[in-house]
């Protein structure tokens, strides 16, 4: 009997690279900027993941809707600033080994890669460009077109584009939003643990990886192999 395709989706902010310096800065500028109480950084770190107004409302949730919209624009502008300066290589490196375990998954004819981020379509696509990493990736879920995780839609949308099913999908990724996107979506979940979330905050995850090598063996011990 074939072996059936499988699908492997990625977080991409504190799963596949660490952004957190970008991220921190531009949200201290966005919220300079409108003279506003800077949020901290578990706060901050907590909130990665959600699309950028849903961030905004839960670290401003007395602000109003708009200085949330002008929230969200101050600290899109800054982002985008700041990683002109030294290009999104260098601002959002690759966690150790992320490249060796995309380059090792994508050679498994059966494995089909994909992507599900709180990014825009424009951020995921200048990253993706920095790091070579445009032949990976068949589906690429981006803020633009989905409501923010932990809904399902990006996952369910990623199985669509690829028609694998949840039995054979998994999520990657490092914070709760990941996990909950996951199980709404009825297919695995495995967490990281070098992300902006607590290994405690992945509930419902499969595995919990403490670095890439460990990502192979896990994926033959989720489908039995």
């Known amino acids: 009997m074939p072996t059936p395709l499988r699908l492997v989706?990625?977080?991409v902010d504190g799963t596949l690279v660490d952004s957190q310096g970008d991220i921190l800065g531009a949200m201290r500028h966005a919220f300079e900027g409108l003279g506003l109480d800077v949020p901290s950084r578990d706060a901050v770190l907590g909130i990665v993941g959600l699309s950028l107004p849903v961030a905004m409302a839960r670290l401003a949730p007395d602000v109003g809707p708009a200085l949330q919209s002008q929230l969200v624009e101050g600290y899109k502008s800054a982002y985008v600033d700041m990683r002109a300066k030294v290009g999104a290589a260098q601002s959002s490196p690759l966690y150790p080994g992320a490249r060796g375990s995309l380059e090792q998954l994508h050679s498994t004819p059966e494995?089909?890669?994909?992507?599900a981020t709180g990014k825009s379509k424009r951020g995921l696509d200048s990253l993706i460009k920095a790091h070579d990493l445009g032949s990976f990736f068949v589906t690429r879920q981006v803020a633009d077109f989905h409501p923010s995780k932990p809904h399902p839609s990006m996952i369910l949308q990623a199985m669509a584009d690829t028609g694998v099913d949840p039995e054979n999908t998994v999520m990657i990724g490092d914070t709760s939003?990941?996990?909950e996107m996951a199980r709404s979506a009825?297919?695995?979940g495995i967490g990281v643990s070098w992300g902006y979330h607590p290994v405690s905050a992945l509930t419902?995850?499969?595995?919990v990886l403490t670095d890439f090598t460990g990502l192979p063996p896990a994926l033959s011990r989720l489908w039995g192999e």
């Open 111 to 115: 494995v089909l890669l994909g992507v």
């Open 177 to 179: 939003f990941d996990m």
């Open 204 to 207: 419902g995850a499969a595995e």
């Open 186 to 188: 009825g297919v695995h």
């Open 9 to 11: 989706i990625f977080d």
